[in-house]
């Protein structure tokens, strides 16, 4: 999957679902405090993705994610 598609669907589903202002949506946003998500809505965001992209995460997946970009490039990743 093409990373513009991958960036793409995340930010709509984080517009869209999660109700994040797309100003707020930069790669380099970290993903629990500029995008004010608590660890349910990160719970929740995990689950959704799994489920969009047809990718499994577990917890070891987001050791030094950090950002929207470090996002991007684990979603990414799964896909190679």
């Known amino acids: 999957m093409e990373k513009e598609v991958i960036i793409e669907k995340i930010n709509n589903f984080l517009v869209d ?15 629990k405090e500029a995008l004010e998500l608590d660890s349910l809505d990160f719970v929740d965001l995990v689950v959704a993705i799994e489920s969009s992209f047809g990718v499994k995460l577990v917890g070891e ?17 799964k896909f190679q």
């Open 17 to 31: 679902e999660f109700e994040v202002e797309s100003e707020n949506i930069t790669p380099e946003a970290n993903l």
């Open 61 to 77: 997946d987001f050791v030094g994610v950090l950002t929207l970009q470090d996002f991007y490039d684990l979603i990414e990743n």
